[in-house]
């Protein structure tokens, strides 16, 4: 479990495939730090921390994670957001986030608001349940708030702080990031398909 608050990023150092799989190696300043086994946010991606050595750390995306998120575009020098998950004895500073993707969205476009940044994206229509004005959503596992929603699309805005220890300044218009749709809002989905 997550809050959507990057702690750093890291920077996809290798990449090996092995059948469908493929596997990450990643530079990053919380690398050493981490543990085996750990569950670790890679830009909204839950993914399991299986080897660490020299300040690197080896996780593994099987064929599901791939179809469903924009790991396969990752190439080496990609920086990818990352957080470790989240400790029951502290504020949730974000909202609650699972690491489980549910889908990409591309960027369509990108306006510099003198200050801050506002970034346009573009998603299939089926998921336009999930969306709400001012809610919550996970994109490379940054926890935002959505507005001009539409049944395609949203927008959100990105403070400097954001724009400057994330990924996002590296985001253009083309590019695709992970999304996760609020939770809660998916079980009330889910709920009323069912009542259907």
């Known amino acids: 479990m997550f809050t959507g608050i990057i702690e750093t990023t890291g920077t996809i150092t290798s990449i090996i495939t092995d059948g469908t799989n ?4 990643l530079s990053s300043p ?3 730090a981490l543990t085996i086994d750990q569950s670790v946010s ?19 995306a099987i064929e599901e994670t791939l179809h469903k998120t924009n790991l396969p575009s990752w190439k080496e ?6 957080e470790r998950c989240m400790q029951m004895n502290g504020r949730l500073d974000g909202h609650i ?29 089926k998921f336009a349940g999930l969306m709400i004005e001012k809610g919550s959503i996970s994109l490379n596992g940054i926890s935002l708030t959505i507005f001009n929603v539409t049944e395609h699309g949203f927008n959100v ?30 079980y009330v989905s889910r709920l009323m398909e069912l009542k259907g």
């Open 77 to 82: 020098g990609s920086v990818i957001n990352l």
């Open 97 to 125: 986030v699972q690491g489980h993707v549910d889908t990409t969205a591309s960027c369509i476009a990108v306006t510099e608001k003198d200050g801050s940044w506002e970034f346009a994206f573009e998603t299939d229509k």
């Open 22 to 25: 493929k596997t990450f190696w």
């Open 157 to 186: 805005a990105i403070i400097p702080y954001t724009y400057n220890y994330t990924n996002m300044k590296h985001l253009h218009a083309g590019n695709s990031v992970n999304i996760e749709f609020d939770m809660i809002g998916k």
């Open 30 to 32: 919380i690398s050493a």
């Open 42 to 60: 890679h830009n909204g991606v839950c993914l399991t921390v299986e080897e660490i050595t020299n300040g690197l750390h080896r996780v593994t």
